[in-house]
C-alpha cells in the first residue's frame, strides 16, 4: 500500500516594524511546492523567493531548521536579480522522506531592515 506525506506549508515573516509602507517599499515572500501529497521517497521542490527594495537588507531564511523532519537532498541559493529598484532571491531546497506521516513546515523567519 502506497503511503502518502502530506506537506502544509506555513510561512511567517517577522521584520522591522514600519509606520506606512507603500507597495514599493514592500517586502513580499512567496514560498511553494511542486507538490502537496507525494509517495514515499519522492522528491519534493520547496521554493521560496524574497523580494524587497535595493535599500532593504533581506537576512538569509534558516532553511535547515525548517526541514528537519526532512532528508535535505540539494539546496540551492539562485542569484539575485535585480529590476527597477528591487531585488529578488530565491532558495530552492530538494526534499525527501522515507516515513510514512502528515507534515507541516514550521514558520520560517526572514529578518529585515
Known amino acids: ?5 502530506l506537506i502544509y506549508i506555513y510561512i511567517f ?19 511553494s511546492v511542486d ?5 514515499i521517497g519522492d522528491k519534493i521542490i520547496f521554493t521560496l523567493s524574497l523580494e524587497s527594495p535595493e535599500n532593504v537588507k533581506v537576512g538569509k531564511p ?17 542569484p539575485a536579480k535585480k529590476k527597477k529598484g528591487r531585488i529578488t ?13 502528515d507534515y507541516e513546515i ?3 523567519s526572514v529578518k529585515y531592515a
Open 35 to 39: 507538490k502537496n501529497e507525494a509517495i
Open 13 to 31: 515573516c517577522a521584520g522591522a516594524a514600519a509606520v506606512a509602507v507603500s507597495a514599493d517599499d514592500a517586502v513580499t515572500i512567496k514560498a
Open 106 to 108: 514550521p514558520p520560517i
Open 62 to 78: 534558516d532553511l535547515e531548521t525548517a526541514f528537519q523532519s526532512f532528508e535535505m537532498k540539494d539546496y540551492k541559493e539562485m
Open 1 to 5: 500500500m502506497l503511503k502518502r506525506i
Open 89 to 101: 532571491s530565491e532558495y530552492r531546497i530538494e526534499l525527501n522522506t522515507f516515513v510514512s506521516a
